[in-house]
């Protein structure tokens, strides 16, 4: 009888695809990539890609390293529409960890 596979561990670094909406006035995409520095805290880069473009730099810090994580984030837009404009952005969030065997 064959022994049952083990589960790898997530690669380090990843894509990141994220679309935004705003019903009335439109949507923009995040394009980037995703590194784990540690187990628990993961940089992240992105173009913004709409009406108006820009980049995306931020951090997430994952607060229990299980397969069942919930995580803090932190980030700073950049737009770029009549001149650059800078914001801050702030989440609190929940990610289940999956490989490709599924419990």
Known sequence: MAEPAR????????????????????????????????????????????PHFGAYAGATFAILPHRYRPYVSAGVPLFISNGARVGVRGALGFEYEIDRQLP
């Open 7 to 50: 589960p790898r561990p997530r690669s380090r670094f990843g894509a990141l695809v994220f679309g935004n909406f705003d019903v009335p006035h439109g949507g923009a995409a995040l394009v980037g990539a995703t590194a784990d520095i540690t187990s628990r805290l993961a940089v992240r880069a992105a173009a913004i890609l709409g």
